[in-house]
């Protein structure tokens, strides 16, 4: 496939009262055109300064970032404003102009570009209807919901025909169900034009609704980086697995009991695995909390269970689950 950002050992420092601090540690990674890449991190990990590389917007205090295979740190000022019309950006916080009707909003990188007013609203009316708002053309922002304002948003990115669209936390400020349709549209957008999706945010579930692979940063660094089914049914970093393990939060019920943790994905998740446990060998386990979810319409779970206080009694449910194709993990008191 096709690179589109290349990042190699990125580091960025800021001062701020004659202190320094790294906001970005050696990061390098790749994101290849056509993917949904996610970026996810806690509040403060370094996130949003590591999306704001990939369009410039933050000078690398080292190493290089690279767009289809150009080095955006040597660019002048024209060259980078040439590369930035193919890197549209939305933002959690909508920024559009409550001034302007909906149409006008769309129609405003068009109109900076200094596109003819008669070609600018035939393309900002051909992208309302690609975000379903096409009746809301001459609705102002206030009047819209928090969803309809942000598909105004993804509207206005789609006109200049970018090969890049950056979401910055873009969906934190819709409710649930508001976020669901954003997702949707998204990915309904990344498959039929084909657009390059990066998505920053803190949110697991929006990882797992869309995004084809992600990286999880952690205080600066790149602490993993994969397929996203990869990352859930088998994390390696303690970051990832802090995101994606449920919490357990029980002891055994005695000393001699076992706690594991049971990792299933794809058709072993649809399976009913304890019921077969029972009949098969007559054990049973104590369930202590589980959670599954769809990524990419696959089923993925994890499970923590109690293991019986016998030796051999454990090591035969192990050995069924193991047969089972699940992963196996041991849990550590809570």
């Known amino acids: 496939m096709t690179e589109v950002f290349r990042l190699d050992h990125v580091s960025k ?45 933050e000078e690398v205090t080292d190493g290089t970032v690279s767009f289809y295979g150009q080095n955006l740190t040597g660019l002048n000022a024209k060259e980078i404003r040439k590369v930035r019309r193919q890197i549209a950006m939305i933002f959690q916080s909508f920024n559009l102009l409550g001034q302007r009707s909906v149409v006008s909003n769309v129609m405003q990188p068009l109109r900076i570009a200094k596109v003819p007013r008669a070609e600018r609203k035939e393309k900002a009316l051909e992208m309302l209807k690609v975000v379903g708002l096409e009746d809301k053309k001459h609705e102002f922002p206030a009047r819209l919901s928090g969803g309809q304002r942000q598909r105004v948003a993804i509207a ?39 657009l390059t999706i990066v998505i920053i945010t803190h949110e697991m579930s929006v990882v797992e609704k869309i995004c084809d692979k992600v990286a999880i940063i952690d205080d600066g660094n790149l602490a993993e980086v994969g397929e996203v089914k990869e990352i859930f049914t088998n994390p390696k970093s303690e970051a990832a697995k802090k995101l994606v393990f449920p919490t357990n939060p029980f002891d055994p019920s005695s000393k001699d009991s076992r706690l594991i943790r049971l990792v299933f994905d794809g058709l072993a998740a649809s399976k009913p695995i304890i019921s077969e446990l029972v009949e098969k060998t007559g054990k049973k386990v104590n369930i202590l909390c589980a959670n599954t979810k769809s990524v990419g319409g696959i089923g993925y779970g994890q499970m923590v269970v109690e293991l019986p206080k016998d030796k051999e009694d454990q090591d035969l449910i192990i050995d069924f689950f193991k047969k089972g194709g699940l992963n196996i993990q041991e849990v550590e008191k809570a």
């Not at 970026?39 to 917007?57: C, D, E, F, P, Y």
């Not at 006109?159 to 349709?181: H, I």
């Not at 954003?182 to 084909?194: A, F, G, H, P, S």
């Open 13 to 57: 420092k800021y001062k701020n009262d004659g202190k320094e601090f790294l906001a970005l540690k050696d990061v390098s990674l790749s994101i290849e055109e056509g993917e949904v890449f996610g970026i996810i991190g806690m509040s403060g990990a370094g996130k949003s300064t590591l999306v704001r590389t990939l369009n410039r917007l």
């Open 156 to 194: 206005r990115a789609l006109a200049s025909d970018p090969k890049v669209l950056l979401c910055d936390e873009a969906t934190s400020a819709l409710d649930p169900k508001m976020t669901g349709e954003i997702l949707d549209l998204l990915k309904d957008i990344n498959t039929t034009r084909k």
